[in-house]
């Protein structure tokens, strides 16, 4: 086995996503919400519905049974967060709301793609967005 299929298949081992951005360009991803969400009567923000069970098990069975106050977490985000979550239309890559944020935030101008890439990966991590033209 050459060295650079055992690097290959060890990633795959211990780390099961890498591998789907492996030759991905993060700026030509086109991020849209997965959570179902609302907007915030005060403020105008975004409040995301985290379903409280989601394993296959409570999932199915006890999640549908919940009260609404109980069957999610809400997640409130800032104006940032507010402001990417609205930019995710399902046409929008990355890149351009990078490009997007720094006029809307110019305050922010420090390292935008990096930070803006990581705290997508992130909501993708947790399911809270999914990637339009990413392979599965």
Do not use: C
């Not at 239309?89 to 990078?98: C, F, L, P, Q, R």
């Amino acid at each position: 086995m050459a060295a650079g299929s055992f690097n290959n298949w060890f990633n795959r081992l211990f780390n099961n996503t890498a591998y789907k951005f492996e030759g991905i360009d993060f700026m030509e991803l086109v991020p849209v919400p997965a959570l179902k969400y609302e907007i915030s009567e005060s403020d105008g923000r975004i409040v995301l519905l985290v379903p409280r069970y989601t394993g296959p098990i409570l999932g199915k069975i006890l999640q549908p049974r919940l009260s609404s106050e109980k069957q999610f977490i809400r997640l409130p985000l800032d104006e940032r967060g507010s402001w990417i979550w609205n930019q995710m239309n399902g046409t929008s890559t990355v890149g351009t709301m990078v490009e997007g944020f720094s006029g809307f935030f110019p305050e922010d101008s420090d390292q935008i793609p990096e930070r803006l890439s990581g705290y997508l990966y992130s909501m993708w991590e947790n399911n809270f967005v999914a990637f339009v033209n990413l392979r599965k």
